[in-house]
C-alpha cells in the first residue's frame, strides 16, 4: 500500500514515540524572535572591561532554567548566585469573559528579581599556593521539596548545595522605652519610640539610636522606669526568600572543575574537572566515587581531556562526556565501578587534507546538552554545531556552521586567545531548535527538523533583529529521511571578519552563556553583566 508524504511521515512520528525517541514534527517556519525583558543593562558608554574594573565582578558566567521554567539562576564572576522568578501566565483569576478574550499567544514569559546570595568567596590553596576565584561555572537546579528551591553550584574547586525558601519576617514589637533618656555623657537624647507600643524591628534589627540605647554609657534615669515592658517577637505575614547553604562538596578535584549535572534519580550528581569525573550523593559531602579516570601514568602521554558531561535525563545509569579531540563517550554505570571504558563512541573524523594547526584546537568540545527526551546529544566546538543520535555513533546527523567565516582569521584569534573561548548551546523543549551563541554578542537558532532551513542570527540588545534578518540556508529537496540522515548548513563562505549576512565581529564582546526555557520558545542570554530575554 503506497501512502502519501504526510501520512508516511505520520507513521515514522507514532514510530518514533514508540521507540521511545525524541518527538520529532515538521517545522512551521523560522520563529518571530521578540524582545521581553533585561535585567542590569549597561547605560550609554559604559563598558565592562574584563580585568582592572568593579564591574568585572558583575559579568555572568552561568545561566539555568529549573525544569518547570518559572525560575531561572544565574551566576556571576563575583560568586554570586541571582535568582528569578516567573510572573505571568500563572494568574487566572478573572472571569469567564475575561479569560476567553485574553490572547495567550502572545503571552511570553515574564521574570522578576527574586533574590541573590553569595554563593563562593575567593580563596587561597596553600599546599599549591594557587588562588581560587570565586566565579561561578556552572549551577544545576535540583528536585523541589517542600515549596523549596534547592540547586547546586561550582567554582573551580568547590561545590555547594543551597536551599532557597520563603521564610516568614519576625519582628521584634513593644519595645521598652522612655520619651527622654541620659547618656552616659550627660546628654539627653529624645526616643523615637516613646511607649513602645507602636514600634516594631524587623528580624530583630533596631534603628541607630536604639543601638545607643543599649550602649554601655547609659545610665539609667533617677527613680527607674515606671513600668518595665518586656519586647515580645510577632511573626509577619510577609514572606522574605532565605538562601542556607546545606551541603558543601570540596577537596575532590586536583583540577577546575567544568561540569556537574544533577542525576534523574534525584540523589546523586556528577562533577568533572580536566582528568576526573567524580560520582556524589547529596546527602554525604565528605566522600564522593571516581567513576572516571584518564590520567595517564606518564602525564607527558596526556593527549585529551574532559572538557564537558552530564546526565542522560531519564536514565540514571547513562551519562556522556566530552573531550578535547572532539569525541563524546557514552557510559553505563552497570559496566564497572571505574567507568574508564565506554559503552559508546561518537566522533566526526576529519579528511587527512583538511587538517592544519588549528584542527585539534578548534575541534574541542565546549559543551554537550541531552535533548529532553535524550534521545539526541547537541554538542559545540569552537566552529560548529553538532547533532548526535545516540543509536548512531557513525557520525552527526546535523551539522550547523556557527564560525566558518572565522576561519581566514584563525591565526589572529589564537594570537588573542579568542579561539578559545568556550561558547555553551542548548536545545528548545520541543527539540525542533538549536541555538549557540558568537561574538558581538550576537546568538544563531537552527532548526533542526527534517527539512527545515531554519537560520537565525540575533544580537543581545533590545532591538534582536536590527544587525541583521534571518538567512535560511540554501533549500535543499524534500526528503522522506528522518532526522538521521546528515546535513551541514548554517553559514555562507566568507572572507575577513564578517558573518554571512556582512556583519563585522568584535570578539572582545562575546556571548558564551545562553539557556532555553523548558516548555515554550523563550531564550535567556549573558551579554557581559546584563541578562537578556527573549520570545517568539
Given at each position: 500500500?503506497?501512502?502519501?508524504?504526510?501520512?508516511?511521515?505520520?507513521?515514522?512520528?507514532?514510530?518514533?514515540?514508540?521507540?521511545?525517541?525524541?518527538?520529532?514534527?515538521?517545522?512551521?517556519?523560522?520563529?518571530?524572535w521578540r524582545f521581553s525583558q533585561v535585567f542590569g543593562e549597561r547605560s550609554a558608554g559604559e563598558e565592562v572591561h574584563?580585568?582592572?574594573?568593579?564591574?568585572?565582578?558583575?559579568?555572568?558566567?552561568?545561566?539555568?532554567?529549573?525544569?518547570?521554567?518559572?525560575?531561572?539562576?544565574?551566576?556571576?564572576?563575583?560568586?554570586?548566585?541571582?535568582?528569578?522568578?516567573?510572573?505571568?501566565?500563572?494568574?487566572?483569576?478573572?472571569?469567564?469573559?475575561?479569560?476567553?478574550?485574553?490572547?495567550?499567544?502572545?503571552?511570553?514569559?515574564?521574570?522578576?528579581?527574586?533574590?541573590?546570595?553569595?554563593?563562593?568567596?575567593?580563596?587561597?590553596?596553600?599546599?599549591?599556593?594557587?588562588?581560587?576565584?570565586?566565579?561561578?561555572?556552572?549551577?544545576?537546579?535540583?528536585?523541589?521539596?517542600?515549596?523549596?528551591?534547592?540547586?547546586?553550584?561550582?567554582?573551580?574547586?568547590?561545590?555547594?548545595?543551597?536551599?532557597?525558601?520563603?521564610?516568614?519576617?519576625?519582628?521584634?514589637?513593644?519595645?521598652?522605652?522612655?520619651?527622654?533618656?541620659?547618656?552616659?555623657?550627660?546628654?539627653?537624647?529624645?526616643?523615637?519610640?516613646?511607649?513602645?507600643?507602636?514600634?516594631?524591628?524587623?528580624?530583630?534589627?533596631?534603628?541607630?539610636?536604639?543601638?545607643?540605647?543599649?550602649?554601655?554609657?547609659?545610665?539609667?534615669?533617677?527613680?527607674?522606669?515606671?513600668?518595665?515592658?518586656?519586647?515580645?517577637?510577632?511573626?509577619?505575614?510577609?514572606?522574605?526568600?532565605?538562601?542556607?547553604?546545606?551541603?558543601?562538596?570540596?577537596?575532590?578535584?586536583?583540577?577546575?572543575?567544568?561540569?556537574?549535572?544533577?542525576?534523574?534519580?534525584?540523589?546523586?550528581?556528577?562533577?568533572?574537572?580536566?582528568?576526573?569525573?567524580?560520582?556524589?550523593?547529596?546527602?554525604?559531602?565528605?566522600?564522593?566515587?571516581?567513576?572516571?579516570?584518564?590520567?595517564?601514568?606518564?602525564?607527558?602521554?596526556?593527549?585529551?581531556?574532559?572538557?564537558?558531561?552530564?546526565?542522560?535525563?531519564?536514565?540514571?545509569?547513562?551519562?556522556?562526556?566530552?573531550?578535547?579531540?572532539g569525541s563524546i563517550r557514552l557510559i553505563d554505570l552497570r559496566q564497572s565501578a571505574l567507568c574508564d571504558s565506554h559503552?559508546?563512541?561518537?566522533?566526526?573524523?576529519?579528511?587527512?587534507?583538511?587538517?592544519?594547526?588549528?584542527?585539534?584546537?578548534?575541534?574541542?568540545?565546549?559543551?554537550?546538552?541531552?535533548?529532553?527526551?535524550?534521545?539526541?546529544?547537541?554538542?559545540?566546538?569552537?566552529?560548529?554545531?553538532?547533532?548526535?543520535?545516540?543509536?548512531?555513533?557513525?557520525?552527526?546527523?546535523?551539522?550547523?556552521?556557527?564560525?566558518?567565516?572565522?576561519?581566514?582569521?584563525?591565526?589572529?584569534?589564537?594570537?588573542?586567545?579568542?579561539?578559545?573561548?568556550?561558547?555553551?548551546?542548548?536545545?528548545?523543549?520541543?527539540?525542533?531548535?538549536?541555538?549557540?551563541?558568537?561574538?558581538?554578542?550576537?546568538?544563531?537558532?537552527?532548526?533542526?527538523?527534517?527539512?527545515?532551513?531554519?537560520?537565525?542570527?540575533?544580537?543581545?540588545?533590545?532591538?534582536?533583529?536590527?544587525?541583521?534578518?534571518?538567512?535560511?540556508?540554501?533549500?535543499?529537496?524534500?526528503?522522506?529521511s528522518s532526522i538521521t540522515r546528515a546535513v551541514r548548513r548554517g553559514g555562507a563562505e566568507s572572507t575577513g571578519g564578517?558573518?554571512?549576512?556582512?556583519?563585522?565581529?568584535?570578539?572582545?564582546?562575546?556571548?558564551?552563556?545562553?539557556?532555553?526555557?523548558?516548555?515554550?520558545?523563550?531564550?535567556?542570554?549573558?551579554?557581559?553583566?546584563?541578562?537578556?530575554?527573549?520570545?517568539?
Amino acid at each position: 500500500m503506497l501512502l502519501s508524504v504526510s501520512e508516511s511521515d505520520s507513521q515514522r512520528e507514532r514510530e518514533e514515540k514508540m521507540k521511545g525517541g525524541d518527538e520529532v514534527i515538521a517545522s512551521s517556519g523560522p520563529l518571530d524572535w521578540r524582545f521581553s525583558q533585561v535585567f542590569g543593562e549597561r547605560s550609554a558608554g559604559e563598558e565592562v572591561h574584563e580585568a582592572g574594573v568593579s564591574s568585572a565582578v558583575d559579568i555572568i558566567s552561568a545561566i539555568e532554567f529549573d525544569k518547570s521554567g518559572d525560575h531561572l539562576a544565574t551566576g556571576d564572576r563575583g560568586g554570586r548566585v541571582v535568582l528569578f522568578e516567573r510572573t505571568d501566565s500563572k494568574n487566572t483569576s478573572g472571569s469567564r469573559k475575561d479569560l476567553e478574550g485574553a490572547d495567550y499567544s502572545l503571552r511570553h514569559p515574564e521574570f522578576r528579581y527574586k533574590t541573590e546570595f553569595q554563593s563562593h568567596e575567593p580563596e587561597f590553596d596553600y599546599l599549591k599556593s594557587l588562588e581560587i576565584e570565586e566565579k561561578i561555572n556552572k549551577i544545576r537546579w535540583s528536585q523541589t521539596a517542600n515549596g523549596a528551591l534547592f540547586l547546586l553550584s561550582t567554582n573551580d574547586k568547590t561545590i555547594k548545595f543551597w536551599k532557597v525558601q520563603e521564610k516568614k519576617i519576625k519582628k521584634l514589637c513593644e519595645i521598652n522605652t522612655d520619651s527622654s533618656r541620659s547618656l552616659g555623657n550627660g546628654s539627653v537624647e529624645s526616643s523615637s519610640n516613646s511607649n513602645g507600643k507602636n514600634s516594631c524591628l524587623t528580624n530583630g534589627g533596631s534603628p541607630d539610636k536604639v543601638n545607643n540605647y543599649l550602649s554601655n554609657d547609659y545610665s539609667f534615669p533617677p527613680g527607674g522606669f515606671p513600668s518595665l515592658q518586656l519586647p515580645t517577637v510577632t511573626i509577619s505575614p510577609e514572606t522574605s526568600p532565605v538562601a542556607r547553604c546545606r551541603r558543601v562538596y570540596t577537596h575532590a578535584h586536583d583540577y577546575h572543575i567544568n561540569s556537574i549535572s544533577n542525576n534523574s534519580d534525584g540523589e546523586t550528581f556528577i562533577s568533572a574537572d580536566d582528568l576526573r569525573i567524580n560520582l556524589w550523593n547529596l546527602e554525604i559531602s565528605n566522600q564522593s566515587f571516581n567513576i572516571v579516570d584518564v590520567k595517564p601514568a606518564n602525564m607527558e602521554d596526556l593527549t585529551e581531556v574532559i572538557t564537558s558531561a552530564e546526565f542522560h535525563p531519564t536514565h540514571c545509569n547513562t551519562l556522556a562526556y566530552s573531550s578535547s579531540k572532539g569525541s563524546i563517550r557514552l557510559i553505563d554505570l552497570r559496566q564497572s565501578a571505574l567507568c574508564d571504558s565506554h559503552s559508546k563512541l561518537f566522533e566526526d573524523t576529519e579528511t587527512p587534507t583538511s587538517r592544519s594547526f588549528f584542527t585539534e584546537i578548534i575541534a574541542s568540545i565546549s559543551d554537550i546538552k541531552f535533548a529532553k527526551g535524550g534521545r539526541y546529544i547537541l554538542s559545540r566546538d569552537y566552529m560548529t554545531l553538532k547533532l548526535w543520535d545516540i543509536n548512531m555513533d557513525s557520525g552527526p546527523v546535523s551539522t550547523f556552521q556557527v564560525h566558518e567565516h572565522l576561519r581566514p582569521k584563525l591565526c589572529d584569534l589564537y594570537e588573542n586567545d579568542s579561539i578559545f573561548d568556550k561558547f555553551e548551546c542548548c536545545l528548545s523543549g520541543d527539540g525542533l531548535r538549536v541555538a549557540t551563541g558568537s561574538y558581538s554578542n550576537l546568538f544563531r537558532v537552527f532548526g533542526v527538523s527534517p527539512g527545515s532551513t531554519e537560520t537565525t542570527t540575533l544580537e543581545a540588545s533590545k532591538n534582536p533583529m536590527r544587525r541583521q534578518v534571518t538567512t535560511p540556508a540554501k533549500p535543499s529537496r524534500p526528503s522522506l529521511s528522518s532526522i538521521t540522515r546528515a546535513v551541514r548548513r548554517g553559514g555562507a563562505e566568507s572572507t575577513g571578519g564578517a558573518d554571512g549576512n556582512g556583519n563585522s565581529f568584535d570578539h572582545t564582546t562575546k556571548l558564551l552563556h545562553l539557556a532555553w526555557h523548558p516548555t515554550e520558545n523563550s531564550i535567556a542570554c549573558a551579554a557581559a553583566n546584563s541578562l537578556y530575554m527573549y520570545y517568539a
